[in-house]
């Protein structure tokens, strides 16, 4: 067994509900987490939502109900998304949680009495939106970069964390650990940040403004800032400090955000945990932001995508598929109704679908649907293998998918099924077919085929999940499934079982196929969004 490893989205804001963006960064986790279980090593996923603050306070106003009424029902939405896209999380928090409250307060009476919390009057700038302060030279304009809206001066008394004291360690810090903050651009924009001087974070908000929240332990008249509560999820979720499973996985901690939130995730957080006198977590896998039809999602242009609407209409393992091959993780991407049916269409009905198709209808019309079994001892045989190009495939999969690069990984697979299906035109089975002699040939081909769709419904077990135990099913080689508990699942290969080549056995016998991948008619698609 490997080393355990520890995967987390960020904790989702209930003030709106689940969009396309955190589906992404949620499958993302699911598919990297998946992939680490494929690797033997243990592992725990945890995702959740974020529900104290002023957004929720208010979106709780608007509908007239309490905060916890609020939290309870859009945390709901979430929770319930997830298993409907297929992800295998090991738990999920909410900030509302007593034990989670705990650990917030613990935390903070620790940082607080080793002497790096101080209270102090400020005066500054603050965006309610983003419940923040900004310094003058973060605005645009004089406005909030983030809502476009011009912050208020306010004065306040408020408790203070001692960033700027950390600042020197963790600039050595990031430097010296390259893979703290991934991919580099990212890392670039933090220690470009921390070139100015860091300023120390208010961490707090006085209760006349603010009730929704977490009493600071050491003074009842202020509750704790949101980010300060949101990020110490990732260790309350584990039991902080003495649970078991917090021994046992942190801080082998691969976290997973967009670039909206590195800040938070790549300065307050390392800082936190230092000053608490915690190990730091081990990498921040940080991506970009998927704009829908070229303009970054809003409600008031109506193009915030809905995933269980596009996963319905798609299906949840293309949806997944689209979402993972078409970002390069690290930059922007595009949504659009007309690029996951060009790949839906092209990578998944024509490449793979039909390439399963096309080889198990061949097997059950050449041999009945029996497995045939080459006889390896002649070198025309051994030259018929697809072995050299799988071992290919699988290492240069494996590199990409231990390095995030999910669409780097899929591309690895998809060259191994383009070359299967040059490797049916180059031999010609039907010719093959039509001479006696050449039956062993025949046979060694059509197995071959057979064991490169074998590796292939392996390798694609971490992005779609489903589609790879349907295509093991169909090859009489699935294993068994076991349903009560996620960190139980054993229904896929592991990388060490995917070689050597030729496990396929004799006597089994194959079943026609039925079409993995219905093709996408853009017209059928865009009549049922007519018709909603
Ligand atoms: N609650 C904080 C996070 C606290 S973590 C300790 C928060 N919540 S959020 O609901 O606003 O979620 C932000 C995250 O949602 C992003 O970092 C990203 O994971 C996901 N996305 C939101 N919009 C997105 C896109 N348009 N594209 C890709 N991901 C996006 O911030």
Redesign the pocket.
Known sequence: MNQPTFFT?????VNAKP????A??TIAADVAARFNRMCSSDTFFLTGT?EHGDKILEAAKKENITPKEYADKISGLFRNLWPELDISNNYFIRTTNADHIKVVKDLLQKIYDSGDIYFSEYEGIYCFGCERFYQERELVNGKCPDHGTEPEKIKEANYFFKMSKYQDWLIDHIKTHPDFIRPERYKNEILSFLKEPLEDLCISRPKSRLTWGITLPFDHDFVTYV?FD??T??ISALGYPDGELFKKFWPHTKH???K??IK??GIYWPIMLKAAGIDLYESLNV?????VSGT??SKSIGNVTDPVEVSGIYGVDPFRYFLMREMVFGLDANFTEDTIVQRINSDLANDLGNLFSRVLSMNFKYFRGNIPQPDERTEKEKALSLEKYADTAIKEYQKAMENTMFHRGLIAVWEFISIMNKYIDNNAPWTLAKESSQKKTLETVIYNLLEGLRVVSCLIYPVMPETSFRMQKLLGIEKERTEQNNDTENDFYTLNEVMPWHQLKKNKKLEKPPILFPRIDTDTIRTKEMKK
Do not use: R, S
Not at 9 to 13: E, H, V
Not at 287 to 291: A, M
């Open positions: 989205t960020p904790i989702y804001y969009h396309l963006g955190h992404y960064t974020d980010w949101a990020l999820n990732y997973f955000v967009a909206d939130i938070p995730h991506h970009g932001f998927w704009n970054k999602m």
